[in-house]
């Protein structure tokens, strides 16, 4: 005989956990849509916020988000939780933010000077941080100067997932269909079908994927 596990406690916090996610999008949803607007923040079609992100866009830069994304921020939107929202900063005239369709991360940190492009059905992990900058020189004579700080554009391309608390810095390029593994630290470029982890992040396995999600 099967014994029953089912724990009517934890399925009632589940539903809650559950159902308080969808009340927080349908809330927040137009509310957070109009700050964008005001921020010149360029969203597509059913772009969703489970809670504020932190949106800062430098003058005559550019920040652009695909269809059907999804970013959390709240605490308790994950069940790993959050302990930072999802920020999107440009930090230079013409630098640029740019998401493709469906993709999306938990309070995630995105910050660019030059370009940090994202393709489609890309999973970002929890507290992962995507820096196209060194915000400060490595040449002393230099370091607390804020002009001349090296800064190189960062591609993410489609159907990547990278996991949690990873850094992703600059002039770095992660192929088509590759995995990136949590707590990784990623210096130089990752090729196509991929699977890496490390500080630095090195390729540990080669696959042959083809497929990719519609």
């Known amino acids: 005989m099967v014994k029953n596990n089912f724990d009517p406690i934890a399925w009632f916090f589940e539903r809650v956990f559950r159902y308080h996610n969808k009340s927080n999008i349908l809330i927040w949803k137009y509310p957070i849509r109009l700050i964008c607007f005001i921020k010149g923040v360029q969203l597509g079609r059913k772009v969703n916020f489970n809670g504020f992100p ?22 308790n939107s ?14 230079t005239k013409n ?10 991360g938990s309070g995630i940190i995105v910050l660019a000077a030059k370009m940090i492009k994202v393709g489609k059905n890309v999973l970002i992990g929890s507290h992962t941080m995507i820096i196209d900058n060194d915000f400060h020189h490595s040449d002393p004579a230099k370091r607390h100067l804020s002009e001349d700080i090296p800064a190189r554009p960062i591609t993410i391309e489609d159907n990547v997932f990278i996991g949690t608390n990873c850094m992703i810095l600059k002039g770095v390029t992660i192929g088509k269909n590759s995995v990136i593994g949590a707590n990784s630290v990623v210096i130089t470029s990752i090729p196509e079908n ?12 080669k696959k042959s994927w083809s497929s990719a999600a519609k």
């Open 54 to 75: 932190v949106i800062r866009r430098y003058e005559n830069s550019k920040i652009s988000i695909g269809d059907y994304c999804i970013f959390n921020s709240a605490k």
């Open 78 to 91: 994950v069940w790993v939780g959050l302990h930072n929202r999802c920020t999107f900063v440009t930090l």
């Open 95 to 104: 630098s640029e933010i740019i998401f493709g369709d469906h993709s999306g």
């Open 194 to 205: 991929s699977i890496a982890i490390g500080n630095p992040c090195k390729v540990v396995i």
